[in-house]
């Protein structure tokens, strides 16, 4: 039977035909018309009005980007069907007066049947194409739905939408969709990139070191979703779709517009490399920056350099010396990002006090890094103040350089 496969896609279209005849008869065929060409020129002109139409929807409390990208095409299709109904109805009402009080009873009943039956033909048009519009709309949220939804136990919704996303495959009426036409690139690669995380969780920790992400961590912003447990064991345990979205955090973060700007900007201009370092751990963009990545504190390393610059040092001098570098230092880490920022971690600052040993102060840091023809060259505030440092790359390792001072650092990410 026809029915064994994508039953729910027979039944939607059933279903919206039968609406479109049933209010076709109900209209009449001129509103009919005009709402048939109504579909039809707000399918041709919905995306370039909703971009128009896009600066209003914060007025109307959408802030959120990605629902605002979402709406406006929408609220462009609305906006042309109203633009159609109002001509319409004024054109259905002056035929209507004309046949009700000038043409005659017999001709009155001939328009009657007429407009009814034709207004069922055309409604049934109006049916196909809202199907069409469905067929769109399955086929780009099922997109997302079916690669985001590999865990067990998704809602019932969910299940249900992509219950729809695979009959309308089954049918081959996803074909129906690619005439309305497809959504920007960026689209599909965002749902290809999402679907990768979902479905293979130990690619979760790699997207954490991406070099275009790091600086995201740090931000204070940005903790409550980096220290969130939901959504940081969100592809080790398996949570579902709806699991992550209840998250307050995440809900958070969603509802924050320069949040989300910020990160789809950043996704965006790094879509290809990233989802190629997801899959091979190789970045072609930031691979050839040697720099990126968490540098800790080797106090043997740095230890050396002092020995070797002073070669009168005995033994015991650089025991202490490494033992006085590993207590300040120990904890001291470094971390490049591919923006060209970079946060400090538990920098030293000694004090003194008369009559009293020496202690550590440890506070954190960030500022910026710069690539020169053979140094890096570091700037950033730390302990309230301005520090001026160049760095070299020297057998893997970060040899940072503060006037006299060197300090030796050992890449760990």
């Known amino acids: 039977m026809i029915f064994n496969g994508g039953m729910t896609i027979w039944i939607l279209a059933f279903l919206l035909m039968a609406s479109g005849a049933g209010l076709g008869s109900r209209q009449g065929a001129i509103r009919a018309a005009f709402s048939l060409a109504g579909i039809g ?16 929807l914060a007025y109307a409390g959408v802030g959120n980007p990605l ?3 979402a709406l406006s095409p929408l609220s462009g299709f609305i906006i042309v069907s109203i633009l159609f109904a109002i001509p319409a109805g004024w054109v259905h009402r002056k035929v209507s007066v004309f046949y009700n009080y000038r043409a005659g009873e017999l001709r009155l009943k001939l328009w009657e ?3 009814t039956r034709l207004g069922i ?19 780009n949220l099922t997109y997302w739905t079916t690669q985001m939804t590999a865990a067990a136990g998704q809602p019932t919704l969910i299940k249900f939408v992509n219950r729809l996303g695979n009959d309308l495959q089954t049918t081959g009426m996803a074909k129906t969709a690619g005439v309305v036409g497809t959504l920007p690139k960026t689209y599909y690669k965002l749902a290809d990139l999402s679907g990768l995380l979902m479905q293979n969780p130990q690619a979760g920790p790699r997207l954490a070191k991406y070099p275009a992400l790091t600086s995201l961590w740090e931000r204070e912003d940005m903790q409550a979703l980096v220290q969130s447990p939901t959504l940081t064991n969100a592809l080790a345990s398996g949570a579902s779709l709806g699991e992550i979205m209840k998250d307050p955090a995440v809900q958070a973060f969603f509802a924050s517009q320069d949040q989300t700007r910020l990160v789809l900007d950043i996704l965006e201009t790094n879509l290809d490399d990233l989802y190629t370092y997801l899959e091979t751990g190789k970045s072609a963009k930031y691979g050839g920056e040697k720099i990126l990545g968490l540098w800790e504190f080797n106090a043997g390393a740095t230890a050396a350099w002092i020995r070797e610059s002073r070669p009168h040092m005995t033994a015991n001098e650089t025991r ?3 033992a006085s570098l590993a207590k300040a230092y120990s904890q001291m880490q470094i971390l490049f990002t591919g923006d ?9 600052k000694f004090k003194t006090e008369a009559g009293q040993p020496p202690t550590i102060e440890l506070s954190n840091g960030k500022g910026d890094w710069n690539h020169g023809d053979a140094v890096y060259t570091l700037h950033a505030t730390a302990n309230n103040e301005e520090k001026n440092w160049t760095a070299t790359i020297e057998g893997g390792r970060v040899i940072i350089k503060d006037g006299k001072t060197q300090l030796a650092f050992d890449h760990i990410d």
């Open 67 to 69: 629902l605002t990208w």
């Open 41 to 56: 020129t707000g399918i041709l002109l919905a995306v370039p009005i909703g971009h128009q139409v896009q600066p209003l």
């Open 320 to 322: 202490t010396a490494r």
């Open 113 to 115: 049947r007429l407009n």
């Open 121 to 139: 033909c055309i409604g049934l048009a109006n049916g196909a194409m809202y199907f069409v519009l469905a067929s769109f709309v399955i086929f």
């Open 340 to 348: 060209n920022k970079l946060f400090i971690k538990n920098l030293p």
